[in-house]
């Protein structure tokens, strides 16, 4: 799972994000990692919607950064 606000993993069972305090699975509808997928395209593309959402109001240096802490993420396993 990951935070929905900043996007970085949690832990599972965490119920606030260790980075920023977000409660997390207050918009978890989407934000399940598709663990199982083996379309890291398609969960990529589904991280940058979510962080672009999250984010929306910053700057896109910030998305940017954003994004790129998950695909950081998602290559270090
Ligand atoms: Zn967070």
Known sequence: MFCSKCGKEQQEGSRF?????????????????????????????????TAAESVKSQTRSQISRVVGDIFRTIFKR
């Open 17 to 49: 994000c260790a980075q920023c305090g977000q409660e997390i699975g207050k918009h978890a509808a989407s934000s399940t990692v598709p663990q199982k997928k083996s379309g890291l395209q398609d969960f990529g593309e589904m991280a940058a919607r």
